[in-house]
T-cell receptor, first 119, second 112 residues
Framework: GAVVSQHPSWVICKSGTSVKIECRSL??????MFWYRQFPKQSLMLMATSNEGSKATYEQGVEKDKFLINHASLTLSTLTVTSAHPEDSSFYICSAPPTSGSGSYNEQFFGPGTRLTVL | DAKTTQPPSMDCAEGRAANLPCNHS???????VYWYRQIHSQGPQYIIHGLKNNETNEMASLIITEDRKSSTLILPHATLRDTAVYYCIVRVALNSGYALNFGKGTSLLVTP
């Protein structure tokens, strides 16, 4: 099946710094990508929808100025956590919905996740 | 998307079948039943999906009741590597371009 990668797989940063997380579709194009956040022992929560060539759509309660999303190309979306604080520590996961060329159009492809720890 | 109800946790002995139930009494006619799982600290993994017929693949079987108000995911011979949180998700076909709405899922523990 199609592959979605994330980089980095984990990151530790100081409070107040910004962290960029990349999400790449490796063998298919993704005009839309989704960003989820998962706190310990909780389920995945959708943060935002990343759209290539247009602004991201944020879920209620997610600060768009804090979580900057850039969908620069059909294979890359980035999430930047600006001025990170300890409460932003979480597991961030991206996904891309299927396309007609993926061969498995009923799957949604998830990245392996990025563990962010803010000290 | 229709709401789903799953037991919070289940245990299963290694080598035995794991039967994970899901209730989705408000499912609409055009909504599919999808199952994903998430092994600790990894991204979710697709398992199987179905509309109204029972389905089987190399990972699992999906049994959907005739009224479509509930379903059961069956892992025929559970292994320790099947320990994960299993999510039952009901929604229209994925190529509609919408995100998946994850509930709390069932935490399956496979024991030796």
């Amino acid at each position: 099946g199609a592959v979605v990668s994330q980089h980095p797989s984990w990151v530790i940063c100081k409070s107040g710094t910004s962290v960029k997380i990349e999400c790449r579709s490796l063998d298919f194009q993704a005009t839309t990508m989704f960003w989820y956040r998962q706190f310990p022992k909780q389920s995945l929560m959708l943060m935002a929808t990343s759209n290539e060539g247009s602004k991201a759509t944020y879920e209620q309660g997610v600060e768009k100025d804090k979580f900057l999303i850039n969908h620069a190309s059909l294979t890359l979306s980035t999430l930047t956590v600006t001025s990170a604080h300890p409460e932003d520590s979480s597991f961030y996961i991206c996904s891309a919905p299927p396309t007609s060329g993926s061969g498995s159009y009923n799957e949604q492809f998830f990245g392996p996740g990025t563990r962010l720890t803010v000290l | 998307d229709a709401k789903t109800t799953q037991p919070p946790s289940m245990d299963c002995a290694e080598g035995r079948a794991a039967n994970l139930p899901c209730n989705h009494s408000t499912i609409s006619g055009n909504e599919y039943v999808y199952w994903y799982r998430q092994i600790h600290s990894q991204g979710p993994q697709y398992i199987i999906h179905g509309l109204k017929n029972n389905e089987t693949n190399e990972m699992a079987s999906l049994i959907i009741t005739e009224d479509r108000k509930s379903s059961t995911l069956i892992l025929p011979h559970a292994t320790l590597r099947d320990t994960a949180v299993y999510y039952c998700i009901v929604r229209v076909a994925l190529n509609s371009g919408y995100a998946l709405n994850f509930g709390k899922g069932t935490s399956l523990l496979v024991t030796p």
